[in-house]
């Protein structure tokens, strides 16, 4: 599911501004979220890599994003393994699941407003 929405408003009792807030928070802080996930694969830092995919898991799993959270868990899993297989194609796996789950709550949010 990209979106699990009765969750995300259970979460957060229906609070339509608590929403908004949220999904503004996570469109400021995703670029910056992305840069460090970008950064630590170019340096080969995992002990980086662990941290940037459980900040990006943590937000996703906040926003009901079930399919982009568990992409970052992944990857937050296979850094913390010490592996390099898979870290790329399991980063852009987040990225394609991030890309899906925008729209999805730009449009949850316009729902509510």
């Not at 969750?7 to 928070?25: A, K, S, T, W």
């Not at 796996?93 to 999805?104: H, K």
Request: net charge negative; charged share 30%.
């Amino acid at each position: 599911m990209i979106l699990n929405r009765e969750d995300l408003m259970n979460r957060i009792d229906n609070d339509v501004e608590l929403l908004c807030d949220l999904h503004e928070i996570f469109l400021e802080d995703l670029p910056c979220r992305r840069a460090a996930v970008t950064a630590a694969l170019q340096s080969g830092d995992l002990d980086e890599l662990r941290s940037a995919a459980h900040a990006i898991k943590g937000a996703l799993g906040n926003l009901g994003g079930e399919e982009a959270h568990e992409a970052a868990s992944l990857l937050e899993e296979l850094a913390r393994a010490g592996t390099t297989e898979g870290l790329r194609e399991a980063a852009r796996t987040v990225e394609v699941q991030v890309e899906r789950l925008l729209p999805e709550l730009a449009k949850l949010v316009a729902e509510h407003e």
